[in-house]
């Protein structure tokens, strides 16, 4: 069970940078964008498999993690 749910979170996490890049919440492009919901995807779901921190299923993990990675990852290397 959890291997279809570390690929469907991830799958989620590709689809919420798309849209964020589409519709214009971020200006990273779309490959970094994605890449930055994989990576906080991946963080978050290795979170709850250590520690049991969780938000409710693994889509509303993925897209909370998404969305927060997005927020949290390019401002953090603006000047």
């Known amino acids: 069970m959890a291997f ?12 919420v940078g ?6 214009g919440f971020t200006h990273n492009g ?3 964008s994605i890449i930055i919901c994989i990576g906080g995807t991946v963080a ?7 520690f049991g ?5 693994p889509g509303v993990n993925a897209i909370v993690s ?13 000047r």
């Open 4 to 15: 279809f749910a570390f690929f469907g979170s991830l799958f989620i996490a590709c689809v």
């Open 18 to 23: 798309y849209i964020a890049e589409k519709s």
């Open 30 to 32: 779309y490959v970094p």
């Open 44 to 50: 978050f779901f290795m979170l709850r498999v250590m």
């Open 53 to 57: 921190v969780s938000f409710g299923s």
């Open 66 to 78: 998404s969305i927060g990675a997005l927020v949290i990852v390019p401002w953090h290397w603006r």
